[in-house]
């Protein structure tokens, strides 16, 4: 064995991360690698006289390496191939030894990437670029920069073979300019799997020749003026897949069924139960239509989709969907009920089970392995070994390992990325039929070490579009050609996808969330250079102390550049607001909110103290308040959200509590909105007095869709006057 190879397994055997104050950036790497060894000598130094060497497998990194630093400094970096560069990139599955790993030896006199594979060797250039100043991110000619790097070796080598991203371009349709983008960022921070989910009730948006009316109809919802949509040619995907390949990232088309397809339903009517002609939907929901699976021009066309689909990507993996299917249809269609005799089938759902054997079995003839949520693993036996994606109920990976199968963590709990990081008023619109998924709560998952004889294969983060469709607030608006709604998209999912690569990609042992959180504050301006949007975390609260005055708020810098601005009389804190430069003491906790402010443009939410409702929890889940100004002195409609409060079918329990005031509200009838249907009506025809200071009533839920919005409409009036205040709750029973 050649000594360099022994020095890298060596190192690879579980040095510790090893650090010199005077070497800062690498104690800043995310993903954090496995070792890090400052060396003696002089910076490197980047000039316009630095040549980039290659082995021919690592031709396209070496051009994606010159084109990034040509950008940033207007230099234009010859290209050589052959080991005799300035940086030097070489591929070596016997230095080192296992797959998308690689060393990176960073010395005065020149760098050398060594990576088991491409994706190894552009791992190390993401390593290497992150011990640059952040401004090798920007891409336009940055003047003044001493482009140097710190002497360093590292050897590195992801923990987890499946690290990814789910993005959801079929509720709303992404240019592919905008898909590339996000390889991009996923590619830094060494993320190596998208997961295309090209197919829903909202829209198909994948080119099939042999059914053009999938793009032609069903790529678009809504007329004139308002319509919505849009789609990825052949060609189109091509050029994604190739962008793709460079940065080590695969391409995992998902292609819905039997559920999730009226999108293809509305362009091919016959597909479905009913051959009911339906629109494309505009709002979110989760339609009851389903591919009929007891005829044969369904299963006709869904072959024929995926061979087109099979040519186009070369994956080994193709996502079959199978989530979240009601079998209605399947009970009353004579097809579908045939085929269910035919077949010995007791129950509806067995039909998927049928279906997904079906399918896997041709996919496995193509040499594909097929993906699915954990339903297609819950609905009978099924023969062909599969990889289920656990969204669900994670312990449902030990079903999977006992029925031959493999998985991949996202659950809803920690990797769904359209849920908010916190609850606190003022983030844009999200889904809320989950609590708040923190930056803290995405690093923590529990996550194994990957093993040889592990079935989980990894981690994947989700990021779900159908918060586009309810209603205009996030679409642009095309005559001001301006990207709202990739800026929300980026929003929801940075800074989280740094801590979703530092938990797929390091060892359990290794992960730190304080760590972690120390580095990400350098990350930021790294983030703008690269002209991606992020949430900047409010600002850390150092310790509260209680004291005669009061309480004191002590507070810690935590994103470098930024200012902290406060208020101290519970109003929202704005760049105007008084600096923070010391302690800040006020009565009452409540009182004191605080933001980072990054220059005069980006602002973080507040930090803010939650008013406790502890005293009321037997009540359910804090819904809304009214308080004097919002009291009406005739019957008139008063609106809250209680969406996330209405979270399932089932009774639910709806509670007025008064606080203070000498008049009474007067409560009349009381309806529950889903979108803009009323689903509930019922009398209240009671007053929230002194007298009668808690009044409540129930309400039944039948129609619950996950992510679809819930409104309660009260007619209310002040009784004698409106100085009334008090709160609503809302639970299930």
């Given at each position: 064995?050649?000594?360099?190879?022994?020095?890298?397994?060596?190192?690879?055997?579980?040095?510790?991360?090893?650090?010199?104050?005077?070497?800062?950036?690498?104690?800043?790497?995310?993903?954090?690698?496995?070792?890090?060894?400052?060396?003696?000598?002089?910076?490197?130094?980047?000039?316009?006289?630095?040549?980039?060497?290659?082995?021919?497998?690592?031709?396209?990194?070496?051009?994606?390496?010159?084109?990034?630093?040509?950008?940033?400094?207007?230099?234009?970096?010859?290209?050589?191939?052959?080991?005799?560069?300035?940086?030097?990139?070489?591929?070596?599955?016997?230095?080192?030894?296992?797959?998308?790993?690689?060393?990176?030896?960073?010395?005065?006199?020149?760098?050398?990437?060594?990576?088991?594979?491409?994706?190894?060797?552009?791992?190390?250039?993401?390593?290497?670029?992150?011990?640059?100043?952040?401004?090798?991110?920007?891409?336009?000619?940055?003047?003044?920069?001493?482009?140097?790097?710190?002497?360093?070796?590292?050897?590195?080598?992801?923990?987890?073979?499946?690290?990814?991203?789910?993005?959801?371009?079929?509720?709303?349709?992404?240019?592919?300019?905008?898909?590339?983008?996000?390889?991009?960022?996923?590619?830094?921070?060494?993320?190596?799997?998208?997961?295309?989910?090209?197919?829903?009730?909202?829209?198909?948006?994948?080119?099939?020749?042999?059914?053009?009316?999938?793009?032609?109809?069903?790529?678009?919802?809504?007329?004139?003026?308002?319509?919505?949509?849009?789609?990825?040619?052949?060609?189109?995907?091509?050029?994604?897949?190739?962008?793709?390949?460079?940065?080590?990232?695969?391409?995992?088309?998902?292609?819905?069924?039997?559920?999730?397809?009226?999108?293809?339903?509305?362009?091919?009517?016959?597909?479905?139960?009913?051959?009911?002609?339906?629109?494309?939907?505009?709002?979110?929901?989760?339609?009851?239509?389903?591919?009929?699976?007891?005829?044969?021009?369904?299963?006709?066309?869904?072959?024929d989709v995926l061979d087109e689909t099979i040519s186009l990507f070369p994956s080994r993996y193709l996502n079959i969907g199978g989530d979240e299917a009601v079998y209605t249809r399947w009970e009353t269609c004579p097809d579908c009920q045939a085929l269910m005799k035919r077949e010995g089938l007791g129950q509806a759902s067995q039909l998927q089970g049928w279906l997904t054997n079906q399918v896997t079995g041709w996919l496995k003839e193509k040499g594909r392995t097929a993906i699915g949520w954990e339903e297609v693993l819950m609905r009978g036996h099924v023969g062909t070994p599969l990889v289920g994606l656990m969204w669900h109920n994670v312990g449902d990976t030990i079903k999977a390992k006992e029925a031959g199968h493999q998985s991949i963590l996202t659950p809803a709990t920690?990797?769904?990325?359209?849920?908010?990081?916190?609850?606190?008023?003022?983030?844009?619109?999200?889904?809320?039929?989950?609590?708040?998924?923190?930056?803290?709560?995405?690093?923590?998952?529990?996550?194994?070490?990957?093993?040889?004889?592990?079935?989980?294969?990894?981690?994947?983060?989700?990021?779900?579009?159908?918060?586009?469709?309810?209603?205009?607030?996030?679409?642009?608006?095309?005559?001001?050609?301006?990207?709202?709604?990739?800026?929300?998209?980026?929003?929801?999912?940075?800074?989280?996808?740094?801590?979703?690569?530092?938990?797929?990609?390091?060892?359990?042992?290794?992960?730190?969330?304080?760590?972690?959180?120390?580095?990400?504050?350098?990350?930021?301006?790294?983030?703008?250079?690269?002209?991606?949007?992020?949430?900047?975390?409010?600002?850390?609260?150092?310790?509260?102390?209680?004291?005669?005055?009061?309480?004191?708020?002590?507070?810690?810098?935590?994103?470098?550049?930024?200012?902290?601005?406060?208020?101290?009389?519970?109003?929202?804190?704005?760049?105007?607001?008084?600096?923070?430069?010391?302690?800040?003491?006020?009565?009452?906790?409540?009182?004191?909110?605080?933001?980072?402010?990054?220059?005069?443009?980006?602002?973080?939410?507040?930090?803010?103290?939650?008013?406790?409702?502890?005293?009321?929890?037997?009540?359910?889940?804090?819904?809304?308040?009214?308080?004097?100004?919002?009291?009406?002195?005739?019957?008139?409609?008063?609106?809250?959200?209680?969406?996330?409060?209405?979270?399932?079918?089932?009774?639910?329990?709806?509670?007025?509590?008064?606080?203070?005031?000498?008049?009474?509200?007067?409560?009349?009838?009381?309806?529950?909105?889903?979108?803009?249907?009323?689903?509930?009506?019922?009398?209240?025809?009671?007053?929230?007095?002194?007298?009668?200071?808690?009044?409540?009533?129930?309400?039944?839920?039948?129609?619950?869709?996950?992510?679809?919005?819930?409104?309660?409409?009260?007619?209310?009036?002040?009784?004698?006057?409106?100085?009334?205040?008090?709160?609503?709750?809302?639970?299930?029973?």
């Open positions: 064995m050649k000594l360099k190879t022994i020095l890298f397994s060596l190192m690879l055997s579980g040095l510790a991360l090893s650090v010199s104050a005077s070497s800062p950036r690498h104690t800043t790497i995310i993903p954090k690698p496995l070792s890090v060894m400052p060396q003696a000598g002089e910076a490197f130094r980047l000039t316009p006289r630095t040549t980039i060497s290659y082995d021919e497998a690592a031709k396209s990194q070496a051009e994606y390496l010159q084109e990034v630093l040509g950008r940033s400094t207007g230099w234009d970096l010859r290209l050589k191939p052959g080991r005799k560069g300035t940086i030097r990139l070489t591929v070596d599955s016997v230095t080192v030894p296992r797959a998308e790993g690689y060393r990176l030896t960073v010395k005065a006199k020149g760098v050398e990437v060594c990576g088991h594979d491409a994706a190894g060797v552009f791992y190390g250039l993401q390593t290497l670029l992150q011990l640059f100043p952040e401004q090798v991110y920007s891409r336009e000619r940055q003047k003044g920069v001493d482009w140097t790097a710190e002497p360093v070796e590292v050897a590195d080598v992801p923990n987890q073979p499946w690290r990814g991203m789910m993005l959801d371009v079929a509720r709303y349709f992404f240019h592919k300019d905008f898909v590339k983008k996000y390889i991009d960022m996923m590619a830094m921070y060494k993320l190596n799997k998208l997961q295309f989910h090209l197919i829903d009730d909202s829209g198909w948006r994948l080119e099939i020749k042999k059914y053009p009316r999938l793009t032609e109809v069903g790529a678009w919802a809504g007329t004139d003026a308002n319509r919505l949509g849009g789609f990825y040619t052949q060609d189109d995907i091509r050029e994604i897949i190739a962008y793709a390949a460079v940065r080590g990232v695969e391409i995992i088309p998902e292609i819905e069924f039997p559920a999730h397809i009226m999108s293809a339903v509305v362009a091919y009517p016959w597909l479905s139960c009913t051959g009911v002609q339906h629109e494309l939907p505009t709002q979110h929901f989760i339609s009851r239509e389903l591919l009929c699976v007891g005829k044969e021009t369904s299963l006709q066309f869904l072959r920690h990797m769904y990325f359209d849920f908010p990081e916190t609850r606190t008023p003022g983030e844009p619109q999200y889904a809320t039929w989950m609590p708040p998924i923190s930056l803290e709560k995405v690093y923590s998952m529990p996550v194994e070490d990957y093993s040889s004889a592990s079935s989980n294969l990894g981690v994947q983060g989700c990021l779900w579009s159908d918060q586009f469709i309810h209603g205009d607030k996030l679409q642009e608006i095309a005559a001001l050609d301006e990207n709202r709604s990739e800026n929300y998209a980026e929003y929801f999912t940075f800074p989280r996808l740094l801590a979703l690569s530092e938990l797929s990609w390091s060892r359990k042992a290794d992960r730190n969330y304080a760590d972690f959180r120390a580095r990400l504050g350098t990350h930021f301006a790294r983030l703008d250079h690269k002209d991606c949007n992020y949430r900047i975390p409010e600002p850390e609260v150092e310790r509260v102390e209680q004291n005669d005055n009061g309480w004191t708020f002590t507070l810690r810098p935590n994103v470098p550049g930024a200012e902290i601005r406060y208020t101290t009389n519970g109003s929202y804190p704005n760049v105007h607001s008084p600096l923070y430069t010391a302690p800040v003491t006020v009565e009452n906790k409540a009182d004191f909110l605080a933001i980072n402010v990054l220059g005069t443009h980006r602002y973080s939410r507040p930090f803010l103290t939650p008013v406790d409702y502890s005293a009321y929890k037997s009540y359910g889940e804090f819904t809304a308040e009214w308080k004097p100004l919002q009291v009406q002195p005739t019957a008139s409609p008063w609106h809250f959200d209680a969406t996330g409060k209405i979270s399932g079918n089932g009774e639910y329990e709806i509670t007025f509590i008064r606080l203070r005031g000498d008049n009474g509200l007067q409560l009349g009838e009381l309806q529950v909105l889903k979108h803009d249907e009323v689903v509930a009506s019922l009398p209240l025809n009671a007053v929230v007095s002194q007298e009668s200071p808690v009044v409540q009533a129930f309400f039944p839920i039948d129609c619950f869709e996950a992510g679809t919005p819930f409104r309660i409409r009260v007619t209310a009036c002040g009784q004698g006057g409106n100085d009334t205040a008090g709160l609503v709750f809302v639970r299930r029973k």
